[in-house]
């Protein structure tokens, strides 16, 4: 079971409490009634974001499509946090929260809940749907500098699959950049290419690899310890064929991507879980 809840009626209290998922020694302790009006992990974001669109060839519009996609997709889930359809042109005219991020591109401040029953074959033949075997789960530390990248890598080896295998995917998007660059990660384009699937449709429902068909961290919403099993549950969804007007026609082979916390440029660690229709 993982559950979060982040509102508050002081605002400022989840956004300080955020800072404990950094590197306190470098950061420093939140004080005494501190008002804080976002997460540090946005500041964080932003300057990943900025990065990646001075390396690439990348423009603030395609961090805007993937909160577009990402809403689209929600729209369809009565259980998302942010339903409201939205465009491009609401996604770059919204308050701006750190430069380059618009208040689109951040995941919201969300409670939710969410739970996972993991039983034997024996057990799960006997339940009356669909089985979902979990063929493989990987932990990988941010030490190395690419924990999305590691954890990927050793959960497709462990489960003799390849990065273009998959029928549907969830990524840890808690700031739109975060999705386009863990398309490389995870293998499905080059660096720094991200943005040219998004472009290209290929990660929309109905593309060849659609990529948070639940509205993802940006609208479904991210409760912190609910968000990785919220992952497995949408994927869980998809492979039993009950995700109703989102679902990924004939779907049998997802991965989930979650990442926590923040360390020297990346998230300190990262879980890939490889699910398969049985």
């Known amino acids: 079971v993982g559950a979060e809840q982040m509102n508050h009626v002081d605002r400022s209290r989840p956004f300080n409490a955020l800072r404990g998922s950094t590197d306190i020694e470098e950061i420093g302790e939140s004080e005494p009634g501190q008002i804080s009006a976002n997460s540090l992990l946005m500041d964080f974001y932003a300057a990943v974001a900025q990065r990646y669109l001075d390396e690439s060839g990348a423009e603030l519009s395609d961090f805007a499509r993937v909160a577009v996609k990402n809403r689209k997709n929600a729209t369809m889930n009565l259980l998302a946090h942010l339903r409201t359809p939205q465009s491009l042109e609401d996604v770059l005219a919204s308050r701006m929260i750190v430069a380059p991020l618009s208040l689109p591109m951040c995941s919201p401040v969300t409670d939710g809940a969410a739970a996972i029953i993991v039983c034997s074959d024996k057990v799960g033949a006997s339940i009356g749907h669909p089985v979902v075997q979990v063929k493989a789960s990987a932990v990988a530390s941010g030490a190395s500098g690419n924990p999305v990248g590691d954890a990927a890598a050793k959960a497709y080896t462990d489960s003799s699959v390849g990065s273009q295998d998959f029928d549907v995917i969830e990524l840890h998007d808690a700031a739109a950049p975060a999705e386009l660059m863990q398309y490389h990660e995870i293998g499905l384009c080059a660096k720094g290419d991200g943005f040219r699937l998004i472009r290209d449709g290929v990660t929309d429902l109905g593309g060849a690899t659609p990529v948070n068909t639940s ?21 869980v969804h998809q492979l039993r064929g009950t995700a109703g007007a989102r679902q990924v026609e004939g779907a049998r082979l997802a991965l989930a991507v979650n990442g926590g916390g923040w360390l020297d440029g990346t998230y300190a660690l990262a879980i890939a879980t490889v699910l398969a229709r049985s």
């Open 215 to 235: 509205g993802g961290l940006l609208s479904r919403g991210h409760p912190l310890g609910a968000t990785g099993c919220a992952q497995i549950v949408e994927l």
